[in-house]
């Protein structure tokens, strides 16, 4: 197997709800091209200033990661924390022969280069307006304001990566042009890979549950939100709305009171915590709370297991 793309992977990198599912469905169809899920708990355990986590920690940590848990990957105890996780990407290789491996990233994009130095970068963005509201649609958020920190935290760090970067190791697209051009930016993809284009690409909906890029369903923010939430999120992502090549709505602009952005940070917390009110129940969610907030190892991973199982049942 070729060791080359281990050396310097490639990683798509994006805010959640951004488009990231559905693209590395695309790449990971291909007959040459392996791809990771969510890859966060490579450096989640990561310090700000590239300090590791101590191995053993880490092992126990990923013991009830419902991700990790889910990638059928082994965890070898003898190894350092680079190799450890480096081991992933070998196993994902292997586990699906293909050459060419990656791995899709919602955060913390500077900590790769801890490790992969040389690793390589898809940057995927999309609308912010549709990003903040597909996150309360998912429970990370109770409205828009709050929803569009994630866009903003996500384009932010790209923005410092970047200026890091060789102009050869990275590539920018938008969600809008792979719903529009699909195959026009998976062949762009492809060939930043080392590969050519293959059909197969866009045969992902023949053994998933997503469909085929439809572009009637783009810029839904106009249909479903009112133009209080719209100003909300122009008014979060500022200039880095237009820097990103979409426009503004035209409605004015508004500035926001302290006690306005307190309201917003109540609303959004208890909406979140009804979330899980609901999807977990009572008991498991009070568990969750207390276990959270003690040193009770052992009880706490007991209630991660059952949330990680609920979970399950609402994946797409």
Excluded at 122 to 127: A, E, Q, T
Excluded at 200 to 220: E, G, H, K, R, W
Aim: proline fraction near 4%.
């Amino acid at each position: 197997m070729n060791t080359s793309f281990l050396e310097s992977p490639t990683f798509l990198i994006g805010a959640e709800r951004s488009g990231t599912t559905l693209l590395r469905l695309m790449l990971s169809h291909h007959s040459q091209i392996a791809w990771c899920n969510e890859f966060e708990y490579v450096i989640d355990q990561v310090s700000d200033n590239a300090q590791f986590p101590k191995v053993s920690d880490y092992q126990d940590w990923l013991k009830t990661h419902r991700i990790f848990q889910a990638t059928g990957f082994e965890v070898s105890p003898n190894l350092t924390y680079g190799e450890l996780v480096q081991s992933f990407l070998q196993q994902k290789q292997a586990q699906e022969q293909k050459p060419v491996v990656g791995a899709t990233v919602h955060r913390h994009f500077d900590r790769l280069l801890a490790i992969w130095p040389n690793a390589r970068f898809i940057h995927i963005v999309r609308d912010p307006r549709d990003v903040a509201r597909s996150c309360i649609g998912m429970g990370w958020a109770g409205n828009v304001w709050t929803g569009s920190q994630r866009w903003l935290e996500a384009e932010q760090d790209w923005e410092a990566l970047k200026q890091t970067l060789p102009v050869n190791n990275y590539v920018e697209i938008s969600y809008e042009n792979l719903i529009r051009e699909p195959q026009t930016v998976l062949t762009q993809l492809a060939n930043f890979l080392g590969v050519a284009y293959d059909p197969a690409m866009l045969q992902y909906n023949q053994d998933t549950t997503y469909d085929q890029p439809d572009s009637s369903f783009l810029n839904q923010w106009r249909r479903k939100l009112g133009d209080r939430e719209i100003q909300l999120v122009e008014s979060r992502v500022g200039d880095l709305l237009l820097q990103r090549g979409y426009e503004a709505s035209g409605l004015p602009t508004i500035q926001l009171t302290s006690s306005q952005i307190k309201s917003l940070k109540l609303q959004d917390w208890w909406a979140r915590a009804n979330f899980r009110l609901q999807r977990y129940g009572a008991v498991l969610f009070t568990l969750n709370y207390i276990t959270s907030r003690l040193p009770l190892r052992a009880w706490r991973d007991r209630i991660q297991l059952k949330i990680n199982q609920i979970d399950l049942e609402y994946i797409k």
